[in-house]
């Protein structure tokens, strides 16, 4: 029989759209469990901003999600996720789940030549999460870190293959290739979508690590091993919001999904972040 947390929905918060790339495994690894999304289009993006103040976004984007009865919290964003997470950890009763660690993890554990690849958008990659998440596991990794700002509106756009993609990928991706790795971890949401040119650019010899697979898999882990699973056989429900309101963001977003979203809903949340203590 099934507890009422079993029930509860799995909350997934990012400051966009990219996010519903994890969504999206979730969905495929999970089928059973409810998903509620936030997206905090409102306040997007979070790079540019301080550390403290993406803190304080997260902690608000989490209370919302709380106030919906989840069960557990993905940061699918990889800004919010390399500096919220110990303190939402500290703050909230429920599992806080983000999206560098297990793509760290998986990095480490499939490298041969210990010479790890890291692309992401610069906030992430000047962050160096991934390194230090990397190098905590194993400190004899070279890890090699590379920003591809235009793969994100290359993915917002659906340009996603073809001849201007690969001309790009292939400027971003080539010294890599000199540098004796055998494993790309996509340290950015968005780059899932064009994980097939990532992939041709560097060749079949390249593991590509993507973090919103592995987000999913680790999150069935923790929900089977705290007996928080809800394996129901009926079909999921899954509720989306925003806030704010973006004329693009069903289009765009059923790309990301990889599935139509029909509904959804506006929330105000922004007025009400308090900003944490220095």
């Given at each position: 029989?099934?507890?009422?947390?079993?029930?509860?929905?799995?909350?997934?918060?990012?400051?966009?759209?990219g996010?519903l790339?994890?969504?999206?495994?979730?969905?495929?690894?999970?089928?059973?469990?409810d998903?509620?999304?936030?997206?905090?289009?409102a306040?997007?993006?979070?790079?540019?901003?301080?550390?403290?103040?993406v803190i304080?976004?997260?902690?608000?984007?989490?209370?919302?999600?709380?106030?919906k009865?989840?069960?557990?919290?993905?940061?699918?964003?990889?800004?919010?996720?390399?500096?919220s997470i110990?303190?939402?950890?500290s703050e909230?009763?429920?599992?806080?789940?983000?999206?560098?660690?297990?793509g760290?993890?998986?990095?480490?554990?499939?490298?041969?030549?210990?010479?790890i690849?890291?692309i992401g958008?610069?906030?992430t990659?000047?962050?160096?999460?991934?390194?230090?998440?990397?190098?905590?596991?194993?400190?004899?990794?070279?890890?090699?870190?590379?920003?591809?700002?235009?793969?994100?509106?290359?993915?917002?756009?659906?340009?996603?293959?073809?001849?201007?993609?690969?001309?790009?990928?292939?400027?971003?991706?080539?010294?890599?290739?000199?540098?004796?790795?055998?494993?790309?971890?996509?340290?950015?949401?968005?780059?899932?979508?064009?994980?097939?040119?990532?992939?041709?650019?560097?060749?079949d010899?390249?593991?590509?690590?993507?973090?919103?697979?592995?987000?999913?898999?680790?999150?069935?882990?923790i929900?089977?091993?705290?007996?928080?699973?809800?394996?129901?056989?009926?079909?999921?429900?899954r509720?989306f919001?925003?806030?704010d309101?973006?004329?693009?963001?069903?289009?765009?977003?059923?790309?990301?999904?990889?599935?139509k979203?029909?509904?959804?809903?506006m929330?105000d949340?922004v007025?009400?972040t308090?900003?944490?203590?220095?």
């Amino acid at each position: 029989m099934k507890n009422d947390t079993q029930n509860a929905p799995i909350g997934v918060f990012d400051s966009g759209i990219g996010g519903l790339t994890v969504v999206k495994e979730l969905i495929r690894n999970l089928p059973g469990e409810d998903i509620i999304y936030l997206g905090d289009t409102a306040r997007v993006p979070y790079g540019t901003k301080s550390r403290r103040t993406v803190i304080a976004y997260s902690h608000s984007n989490t209370e919302f999600l709380i106030s919906k009865g989840v069960k557990l919290l993905v940061v699918a964003c990889n800004t919010a996720s390399s500096v919220s997470i110990p303190s939402l950890r500290s703050e909230f009763d429920i599992p806080v789940i983000g999206v560098i660690e297990p793509g760290a993890k998986k990095a480490v554990s499939v490298t041969k030549t210990e010479k790890i690849g890291i692309i992401g958008t610069p906030s992430t990659i000047n962050s160096g999460a991934y390194k230090s998440a990397i190098e905590s596991l194993n400190p004899n990794i070279e890890v090699i870190s590379k920003a591809c700002p235009l793969f994100v509106p290359l993915a917002d756009e659906g340009w996603i293959e073809g001849q201007i993609t690969e001309s790009i990928a292939e400027k971003y991706l080539s010294p890599f290739k000199e540098t004796g790795i055998d494993v790309l971890v996509l340290g950015c949401t968005h780059y899932p979508l064009l994980k097939n040119t990532i992939q041709k650019i560097m060749g079949d010899q390249i593991t590509l690590v993507d973090s919103a697979q592995e987000t999913a898999a680790l999150i069935k882990d923790i929900l089977i091993e705290k007996n928080l699973l809800n394996d129901k056989g009926t079909q999921s429900d899954r509720e989306f919001y925003l806030t704010d309101v973006s004329d693009t963001f069903l289009s765009v977003a059923g790309r990301f999904l990889g599935e139509k979203i029909n509904k959804i809903e506006m929330v105000d949340i922004v007025g009400t972040t308090s900003l944490p203590s220095p």
